[in-house]
Every structure is written in C-alpha cells, then in structure tokens.
C-alpha cells in the first residue's frame, strides 16, 4: 500500500523521478520483468521520501516551488463553493432541459379541467298518497351533459377577447368585449381554428360555471359582449361570465383559458414586428387618420384603424376583416422567423394583456405555431341574420349551421338551444307586436298627426309649442322601436292630447282650411294662443 501512494507521489512530482514505463496487459507489468535488488529498492525509497518532504515543505511555504510560482491551495470555503457552483450548473442544465421537453409537448402543459359535478340533493320522503312532482330538468345541465369531453383530452380552447378600453375609461368592468375569438387548439394534429362570434348575438347570458342566469338577477338575454360587464369586467367576474356564455352557446364545449387583451396590444405587437405588408379592400378614416385601399405596409395604429372600422360596413364584414388581418400578420411572424420571439413580445406587452395562461403554456403554443402551416389555421364564423327587436340591432343565430360547425371542428353533435335560433326570434317579435297591435297603431296615428302639424303648420306655432310638440313626438318615436307596451302607453296619450289641443287651435284661426302651409310673412299664432306647458298633456 506504502509503495502504491509513493508511486501516485512520484508521477504527480513526475520531474525528479522518471515515471515507469507502462506495458500492456497483454505483455504483463513492469515488475513482471524487472527484479530491482534490496538495493535498489532503499534508494528509491530513500527518493520517496525526500520528495515528500520537499513538498511538505513547499506546501506549508518554507520552501518555493522550482521553476514556477506556487499555486495557493484552495481551502475548505473555496471547495464548497466551487460544489455548490458545480451543482447549480447541473440543476440549472437539467431545468432547461425539462423547460424545452415541456414545450416541446404541451398536452402536458394543457390538461384537461373540468369542474366537479356539484352532489345531488337528496330527495325527501315523499308523503304517501301525494306523488312527487318531477323537478324541471336545467337546460344548461342537458347540454353539458351532451358535451363528450373525453374528445377534449389533447385539445385545448382559448376565448380571445379584445377590450375596447380608452384611456378616459380606466376601468375595464366599465366595457364590453369589441372581440370575441374561440381559439381551439388540437395538438395532436396542429390544426387551429378561430371561430368569431359576433359581438351583438341573441344568446342567453351566463354564470362562470355556464348557468343562465334566472330572470330575478337581471337579463336572460342580451348581446354576447355584454357577458364580460355582466360579470363585473375583468375586477370581478367578467372572464368567467364569457367564457361560461360561450361554453353554453356551444353546446356546453368547455373553455379552459382566456386571454383579455386592450387595443394598445394589436398596435404595440405589429409595431413590434416591424409592420405588416397587407393589401388593403375598403378605404378607413378614422379620427382625422384615412387608410386607401391596395397593397400597402401598415403600421400598428393603421392595423388597429382597419381591424376597428364599422362604417359604411357591418359588423359581420369587420369580424371578417379581423380575421384576414391576424392571418397576415401570422403568416408574416411565421416567414420572417419572428414567431419564436412570441414569449418575449408577450413579457414586453403583458401589462395589456390579462390571462390565465403560464409563462410555458404560451412558449409552448409559440412552439407549436412555429411548427405548425397557415394550411392548418382554419377561420370561422357564427353564421346568422341582422335583426331589429325592441329598437334594438341584435345578430339573430342559425343554430343549425352552427350545430354543423361544431360537428366539424369538434367532431362532436350537440343540440344547441333553440330559444336564441333567429327563426324562433323572429317569431317571438311576431307576436309580442299582434299583443300590442293597438297600442302601435294609436301611437303610429298620434306620430303621423305630430308630423302632419309641423310640416304643414311650423310658422304658426310658438316656440314653446313647437319645442314641446316634438319632444313628445321623439319619446314615442322610441317606445314604437322599442317595442314596448310599458312606454307606449306612457307617451301615446299626452301626445295624442297635444296634437288634439293644437289643430283646435289652428281650426279656430281657420288655418286648417285647405290645409295649405302659410307663409313666411303670415301672422303665426299667438304665443298664448296655445298654452305653455312644462310636462306633456295628459
């Protein structure tokens, strides 16, 4: 063992000594032939040990080193830190590692959630003699229970909503969604569909757990975008109450995620890229800033202007429009390379942007949108029809078409609820206006006498008068668009009454005799002639 160490001694020193020649165990060791003397053998012990008190002695800095300066020995604390740099590094290495698997395979990343059915109540004992009555099945229950979520297992759906948020407003539970975009993902083939809902559709407004609310809390029904204030915006519940309005809509499809993003983010992302080359279809002007079509390259607030444009066009063309301008500026990350840059631009605009996704679940959907082709990115829209109900402009659903879209992306058949069908709509207004028919028809007769005495009689009337007259007029004008049978019967009388009042008054001066208009010059009448009145007659 002594001879052993001396030898590890010896070739560490390796300069007084020379190192034994080594032979390959096919021809045996050194010792196998060389047989050193007794001799021979105390003088290369005698060699030993000077050496090692040469170095103890360089060691403990009696004696320098020959030919070189001494190196400092490194002491315990410098040991046990050079391990524990050595250990970050390997930890460090094997993070990145797991980082870049986990990307590289989001269903991990994405599993599925789905809510804990609540228990069911236990039913009491009934009363012998007395059935028990059959407890009214809840619609949103039947229609999540056709939903087959094992199909979801390694797909993954994300509401897009785009916030119209202005800088006199800081509140976002203030605002209603401008965008709303399903995103649904299926990883194990990398294809992706957007499917648009347009923001005025006729659907019932849901809870976050996709429970139509009851008529006691306030509208069953109502535009799509009004989910996100009914929620009470993003302070409170407003992504819940989307994703859960959307979810019912679809079936009981379920949504895991949300990403809520201002209008500064679509200006901030294209600038970010450097602009998008587009080739421009309607002419914009908006806020004094005018964008003519053609092939042009666009800046982040000229893409704004062009995604936000309504007039002159309908929502449904610019739901499309919003579409072509995100397959663009796709396209263009995707051929420029700047989609891997997708995590960072994100870090750069997240103080815009609201979301529960993690930091690796949107490198990872990066990933996934760098390898996957824009054959793969499929556009959609919820088709249906421009409807007038209640003085109100609403997207009347075809829930037929929809059933099929969702047939296809899906690969599921639900039956959707028929209440929101715009076939069904439009029969419900129908008949809510043969229930008012007479209320209708006398307000229409008391509007038709106001326009018959301004257009033919204006010179005539006082301006306290006149001023009244038409302010009556303009609130039964909105109760007739309305619809509603509470205001109609409201603001049919007083105005009937006025018009009534004033052509007595014009038939005493015999201006209604061949119901001419007078002239300009043509004594108008008296300001008392008809009296003054702060309220409506009635």
Same mark, same amino acid.
């Given at each position: +063992?002594?001879?052993?160490?001396?030898?590890?001694?010896?070739?560490?020193?390796?300069?007084?000594?020379?190192?034994a020649?080594?032979?390959?165990?096919?021809?045996?060791?050194?010792?196998?032939?060389?047989?050193?003397?007794?001799?021979?053998?105390?003088?290369?012990?005698a060699?030993?040990?000077?050496?090692?008190?040469? #170095?103890?002695?360089?060691?403990?800095?009696?004696?320098?080193?020959?030919?070189?300066?001494?190196?400092?020995?490194?002491?315990r604390?410098?040991?046990?830190?050079?391990?524990?740099?050595?250990?970050?590094?390997?930890?460090?290495?094997?993070?990145?590692?797991? %980082?870049?698997?986990?990307?590289?395979?989001?269903?991990?990343?994405?599993?599925?959630e789905?809510?804990?059915?609540?228990?069911?109540?236990?039913?009491?004992?009934?009363?012998?003699?007395?059935?028990?009555?059959?407890?009214t099945?809840?619609?949103?229950?039947?229609?999540?229970s056709?939903?087959?979520?094992?199909?979801?297992?390694?797909?993954?759906?994300?509401?897009? @909503?785009?916030?119209?948020?202005?800088?006199?407003?800081?509140?976002?539970?203030?605002?209603?969604?401008?965008? +709303?975009?399903?995103?649904?993902?299926?990883?194990?083939?990398?294809?992706?569909?957007?499917?648009?809902?347009? =923001?005025?559709?006729?659907?019932?407004?849901?809870?976050?757990?996709?429970k139509?609310?009851s008529?006691?809390?306030?509208?069953?029904?109502?535009?799509?975008?009004?989910?996100?204030?009914?929620?009470?915006?993003?302070?409170?519940?407003?992504?819940?109450?989307?994703?859960?309005?959307?979810?019912?809509?679809?079936?009981?499809?379920?949504i895991?995620?949300?990403?809520? %993003?201002?209008?500064?983010?679509?200006?901030?992302?294209?600038?970010?890229?450097?602009?998008?080359?587009?080739d421009?279809?309607?002419?914009?002007?908006?806020?004094?800033?005018? @964008?003519?079509?053609?092939?042009?390259?666009?800046?982040?607030?000229?893409?704004?202007?062009?995604?936000?444009? =309504?007039?002159?066009?309908?929502?449904?063309?610019?739901?499309?429009?919003?579409?072509?301008?995100?397959?663009?500026?796709?396209?263009?990350?995707?051929?420029?390379?700047?989609?891997?840059?997708?995590?960072?631009?994100?870090?750069?605009?997240?103080?815009?942007?609201?979301?529960?996704?993690?930091?690796?679940q949107?490198?990872?959907?990066?990933?996934?949108?760098?390898?996957?082709?824009?054959?793969?990115?499929? =556009?959609?829209?919820v088709?249906?029809e421009?409807?007038?109900?209640?003085?109100?402009?609403?997207?009347?659903?075809?829930?037929?078409?929809?059933?099929? +879209?969702?047939?296809?992306? %899906?690969?599921i058949?639900?039956?959707?609820?028929?209440?929101?069908?715009?076939?069904?709509?439009?029969?419900?207004?129908?008949?809510?206006?043969?229930?008012?028919?007479?209320?209708?028809?006398?307000?229409?007769?008391?509007?038709?006498?106001?326009?018959?005495?301004?257009g033919? %009689?204006?010179?005539?009337?006082?301006?306290?008068?006149r001023?009244?007259?038409?302010?009556?007029?303009?609130?039964?004008?909105?109760?007739?668009?309305?619809?509603?049978?509470?205001?109609?019967?409201?603001?049919?009388?007083?105005l009937?009454?006025?018009?009534?009042?004033? @052509?007595?008054? @014009?038939?005493?001066?015999?201006?209604?005799?061949g119901?001419? =208009?007078?002239e300009?010059?043509?004594?108008?009448?008296p300001?008392?002639?008809?009296?003054?009145?702060? #309220?409506?007659?009635?």
């Amino acid at each position: +063992m002594q001879n052993d160490q001396d030898s590890r001694k010896i070739r560490r020193v390796g300069k007084d000594v020379p190192a034994a020649p080594q032979i390959d165990e096919q021809y045996g060791t050194a010792q196998d032939f060389v047989q050193p003397s007794e001799a021979a053998k105390q003088a290369a012990d005698a060699a030993v040990q000077r050496h090692l008190a040469r #170095e103890q002695a360089q060691d403990e800095g009696k004696m320098p080193r020959a030919g070189k300066r001494r190196k400092k020995k490194m002491g315990r604390t410098g040991r046990v830190i050079l391990w524990v740099l050595l250990a970050l590094l390997v930890v460090g290495g094997v993070s990145l590692a797991k %980082f870049y698997y986990d990307i590289s395979h989001p269903q991990s990343l994405f599993q599925e959630e789905t809510a804990t059915p609540a228990p069911s109540a236990t039913p009491a004992d009934a009363t012998p003699g007395i059935p028990t009555p059959t407890p009214t099945p809840d619609p949103s229950e039947q229609l999540l229970s056709q939903a087959d979520l094992e199909f979801m297992k390694n797909r993954v759906n994300i509401l897009m @909503l785009g916030i119209d948020e202005s800088t006199e407003r800081a509140n976002w539970g203030s605002f209603r969604t401008d965008t +709303m975009i399903l995103v649904s993902i299926d990883f194990d083939t990398s294809k992706v569909d957007m499917i648009s809902i347009p =923001r005025d559709s006729y659907v019932k407004i849901c809870n976050g757990s996709g429970k139509v609310r009851s008529a006691e809390n306030g509208a069953q029904y109502g535009k799509i975008n009004s989910a996100f204030p009914t929620g009470g915006g993003a302070q409170k519940n407003g992504f819940e109450y989307a994703m859960g309005t959307v979810s019912y809509l679809l079936g009981g499809i379920p949504i895991q995620y949300y990403v809520g %993003f201002n209008m500064n983010v679509v200006k901030q992302v294209v600038d970010a890229m450097g602009g998008v080359d587009y080739d421009v279809d309607i002419e914009v002007n908006m806020n004094g800033r005018k @964008l003519l079509p053609g092939m042009q390259h666009m800046d982040g607030q000229a893409v704004l202007d062009y995604s936000r444009q =309504r007039k002159g066009s309908s929502d449904i063309a610019r739901v499309d429009r919003q579409q072509r301008i995100l397959f663009a500026i796709f396209s263009q990350l995707k051929s420029t390379g700047q989609i891997v840059h997708l995590p960072e631009i994100y870090q750069a605009v997240e103080q815009n942007i609201q979301t529960n996704l993690s930091f690796k679940q949107i490198s990872s959907l990066a990933l996934l949108a760098m390898q996957m082709d824009t054959t793969q990115l499929g =556009r959609h829209t919820v088709d249906g029809e421009f409807l007038n109900m209640y003085g109100i402009s609403y997207w009347g659903l075809h829930t037929g078409k929809l059933e099929t +879209m969702i047939k296809e992306i %899906f690969g599921i058949s639900v039956s959707l609820d028929s209440d929101v069908n715009a076939s069904n709509v439009r029969a419900q207004i129908q008949a809510n206006r043969a229930l008012i028919a007479a209320e209708l028809a006398a307000a229409n007769a008391a509007i038709e006498n106001a326009n018959y005495i301004l257009g033919n %009689f204006d010179a005539w009337l006082a301006d306290g008068t006149r001023s009244q007259l038409k302010s009556a007029k303009s609130q039964l004008e909105d109760a007739v668009e309305a619809e509603d049978k509470a205001l109609l019967d409201t603001y049919t009388a007083p105005l009937a009454q006025l018009c009534d009042t004033i @052509l007595a008054q @014009l038939q005493s001066y015999g201006a209604l005799d061949g119901a001419a =208009r007078p002239e300009v010059t043509q004594t108008p009448l008296p300001e008392d002639a008809i009296p003054e009145l702060d #309220e409506p007659v009635g």
